[in-house]
């Protein structure tokens, strides 16, 4: 069956600029993460959705992201007033809902800001 | 809070040898705990969990990894290297409140 999709795969934008970076999770997973990878290092926890309610975004550092599920299925994270520390791979998973399940990534959205 | 280390940056074998993954995990409470796979610009790629039950895990591509309390430790082996080996692997635990916390990786390079 289909995986996660993330689109676009590659965004390059200026500074200052605002961004959206979608994630399509596998068909009947309730649960959906953010995380953000940067060069050498691994991925680190944006926010969890359960449904449509964001459960944890204790991983967004700073009210300038934001991220929705409004129908309990896609996501869009969004990305005010980009810098360039934003530059980054923004990777989204989805899971059955229970910790013990795995989480199963996209290929991701490589970021860009110049 | 849990968190995970990952010894070795970069581990450098020989195609037929040995590979040996290091992963040790810090939890206040059992923890859930997984391998991933990365290869170049794709997502990461679950190789094997340890949930509850038998703490040898095997997963694909003849990955294993042993759950190890007294020493907070699930390291992955492997056998026999293949050359499609090559990657970058992530050990990750998770307690039970869903987000995932990674370790740093491990790049695996096998040479012919």
């Known amino acids: 069956g289909a995986g996660v999709s993330q689109t676009p795969s590659n965004k390059v934008t200026e500074k200052g600029k605002y961004v959206e970076l979608r994630c399509d999770p596998i068909s009947g997973h309730t649960a959906l993460y953010w995380y953000r990878q940067s060069l050498g290092q691994g991925p680190e926890f944006l926010i969890y959705f359960q449904g449509t309610g964001a459960a944890d975004d204790s991983g967004l550092p700073n009210d300038r992201f934001f991220a929705v599920r409004p129908e309990g299925s896609v996501s869009t994270l969004k990305i005010q007033r980009t810098e360039r520390g934003d530059s980054a791979v923004y990777l989204c998973a989805s899971s059955l809902g229970q910790g013990n399940q795995p989480q199963h990534f996209g290929d991701g959205t490589r970021l860009s800001i110049l | 809070a849990q968190s995970v280390t990952q010894l070795g940056s970069h581990v450098s074998v020989s195609e037929g040898a040995l590979v040996l993954l290091r992963c040790n995990y810090s939890?206040?409470?059992?923890?859930?705990l997984f391998w991933y796979v990365q290869y170049p610009n794709q997502g990461l790629q679950l190789l094997l969990k340890?949930?509850?039950?038998?703490?040898l895990v095997k997963g694909i591509n003849g990955f294993e990894a042993e759950f190890k309390k007294s020493e907070t430790s699930f390291h992955l082996t492997k056998p026999s290297a293949h050359m499609s080996d090559a990657a970058e692997y992530f050990c990750?635990?998770?307690?039970?409140?869903?987000?995932?916390?990674f370790g740093t990786g491990t790049r695996l390079l096998v040479s012919p």
């Open positions: 340890y949930t509850t039950g038998a703490t």
């Open positions: 939890s206040s409470v059992p923890p859930y």
């Open positions: 990750a635990v998770n307690t039970g409140f869903q987000k995932l916390v």
